[in-house]
């Protein structure tokens, strides 16, 4: 199997230098390029990851001044995806969770500003054959919401936030379709709806989930059970025992099964079901979660999609996966999800690079790459090394990060 992979991502470097995409003829050692120098010790990774945070900060004069890059391409030594202001809040809750609550405080408020009179965000930049296209997505804008705004509530009782977090759900509500289900993102070059859905989208459970225990308003939880349900239905894969990728614009499932996107999923489902508390959500949620332990690589990741390791290891989401098992295993212990973190955490620290300005970003080759800039590169992401700072937090109450 290694073997195989290895010839894979050879032949995908070759093709991108064929293409015209300059790569040296000896960057590739299991997909990676040769600058990257991988690997830390338990002692010191939180601090590397913390680093890659610290190096991610968007400081020169910019639109998006003041919150982070979304990810660092090897290929290119080069940050990318600055208006992916959504993947700062998590940046926002890892603050919070190392109690560094005035960096949690002056990133918030970066966010707060981009707050759209309507309660949503303009999240990321989609792009096509013209170039980008400034998406207002209500399933990231949540992300912010809870991730942010909710997460800093909780931690300092200021309205401030909880208004903030509210206005974005209300949006939300107003917005969604007829059935419960929230549409992926409002096209605002071309002022449309853009068709389809996305997996990610089940993370909006969790910012209705969470308001609903905060305020007690039942449109929350009203709102919470029409979502959930429609986006198991639609998503749901009961012969595979996961979710699928994404729907196409008539609600088919399309694209296998995104490894990373079973973490988003459960981290909807998780929260809905501290509310709900619903057997039917409690056993999707096991069967996801025994899904991800039978799919995890000997070597501790997730493939970027289950039905397709060929196409490389998730240069996101190992932590995130791992970080949403644990979130279970709080709730119902389990040694077979401890066992699946640990391995995940474990790789995370070996793939972790140590040069700037790369260092303590979390490495990994795939063909999603960068997804809008380059396909098939070895890439970090910012909120991987923020999911793998509360992973290892998790995993060290346990004693279990090297064990």
């Known amino acids: 199997m290694v073997l195989i992979y290895k010839t894979y991502c050879y032949l995908h470097k070759l093709a991108k230098i064929i293409l015209g995409d300059r790569v040296s003829s000896n960057d590739v050692e299991e997909g990676f390029p040769a600058s990257l120098n991988l690997g830390v010790s338990e002692i010191e990774a939180k601090d590397y990851w913390g680093q ?40 926002v809750r890892c603050y919070c ?29 989609d792009f096509d054959k013209n170039g980008p296209i400034p998406m207002l997505a209500p399933n990231d804008s949540a992300y912010i919401a809870n991730n942010a705004f909710v997460t800093l509530y909780e931690k300092t009782n200021n309205d401030h936030y909880l208004k903030i977090a509210c206005k974005c759900a209300d949006w939300i509500i107003e917005t969604a379709r007829f059935d419960g289900m929230v549409m992926v993102g409002y096209d605002l070059k071309n002022k449309k709806w853009k068709e389809g859905n996305i997996v990610d989208t089940g993370f909006t459970a969790a910012l209705f989930a969470k308001l609903f225990q905060i305020t007690g308003e039942v449109k929350y939880k009203e709102f919470l059970v029409s979502f959930i349900y429609k986006y198991i239905d639609l998503f749901y894969i009961p012969s595979k025992k996961g979710f699928s990728t994404s729907l196409n614009q008539n609600d088919e499932q399309i694209g296998g099964m995104f490894g990373r996107g079973q973490a988003w999923a459960l981290e909807g489902l998780i929260p809905a079901y501290i509310v709900l508390q619903s057997e039917d959500l409690k056993s999707i949620i096991e069967n996801t979660i025994n899904t991800l332990i039978r799919k995890q690589l000997r070597n501790g990741s997730w493939a970027y999609n289950l039905t397709k390791p060929l196409l490389g290891e998730d240069c996101k989401g190992v932590s995130v996966i791992a970080k949403n098992l644990i979130e279970w295993h709080i709730l119902f212990p389990n040694d077979d999800i401890l066992f699946a973190a640990q391995k995940a955490l474990i790789w995370c620290m070996k793939h972790t690079d140590i040069k700037s300005p790369a260092k303590g970003g979390i490495f990994s080759f795939s063909m999603e ?10 890439t970090a992401f910012v909120y991987s090394s923020a999911y793998a700072i509360e992973l290892y937090n998790y995993l060290h109450e346990y004693s279990l990060v090297s064990r």
């Open 97 to 125: 969770t190392e109690g560094e609550i005035d960096k949690a405080i002056h990133l918030a408020e970066k966010l707060a500003i981009q707050q759209q009179a309507n309660g949503g965000w303009i999240v990321r930049n």
């Open 52 to 91: 890659f945070i610290k190096n991610s900060f968007i400081q020169h004069e910019h639109m998006f001044s003041g919150t982070h890059f979304a990810g660092y391409i090897a290929d290119k030594s080069s940050w990318c995806l600055s208006s992916w202001i959504w993947t700062s809040a998590a940046i």
């Open 369 to 378: 790459g960068a997804i809008v800039y380059h396909l098939y590169t070895s």
